[in-house]
Structure formats: C-alpha cells, structure tokens
Nanobody, 117 residues
C-alpha cells in the first residue's frame, strides 16, 4: 500500500508563491500518473494538475500559467510550484496517484494553503 506525504503548505499573501511536495513511499515509476487536487471549504475536491509517468502534464484552467507540476523520479517526489497565488487558491491540497492497476488509487492526507488578500 503506497503512502503519499504532502508538505509545503502554509500562509502566503496574494501574489506570493509556494511549492508543494509529495513524497511517495513506493517507487513512483509504478504509478501511471500523479496529481494534485484541492478542496476549498464548502466545495468538492477537484483536480488542479496531473502528470503522467512519461511527463505529460495537464492543468485546470484557473491555474494555467501560474502553477507547474513536475516529477523527480530519483527522489520519488512530485512538486506543485504555485506562483501568483490568489485568495481563491485557498484550499487543502491533496496528492494523488494512480496505478499500476486500474483500481489502484492513493491519496495523501493533504496540506493547507491559505492565501490572504
């Protein structure tokens, strides 16, 4: 059972930057893809960005041009660089991984990002 541990959340002013990290206990080469989701108060959890094992990335429209997802396979870590943060980005951010089996889905416990105006 793979474990994902997020870090890097915190309080930042609007316009600031944060980098989230997700360390996997298992070899991330095993996963088909990994990603970051977020859940704001009163809202459903939603995909922010994802990256496949081959390095193809995908972003939710509101973060395009501001957030960058990357993967360091040697370190077993996925990152989310967040720039030009806005108060609407305030949420708990969760790391997610799929695979290798279709039904295999893993979640971290989340890290809180708060953006003040």
């Amino acid at each position: 059972q793979a474990q994902l541990v997020e870090s890097g959340g915190g309080l930042v002013q609007s316009g600031g930057s944060l980098r989230l990290s997700c360390a996997a206990s298992d070899n991330i080469w095993r996963f088909n893809d990994m990603g970051w989701y977020r859940q704001a108060p009163g809202k459903e959890r939603a995909l922010v960005a994802s990256i496949t094992s081959r390095g193809y990335s995908n972003y939710e429209d509101s973060v395009k041009g501001r957030f960058t997802i990357s993967m360091d396979k040697a370190k077993g870590t996925v990152y989310l660089q967040m720039n030009s943060l806005k108060p609407d980005d305030t949420a708990v951010y969760y790391c997610n991984a799929h695979g290798p089996a279709v039904e295999a889905v893993y979640w971290g416990r989340g890290t809180l990002v708060t953006v003040s105006s």
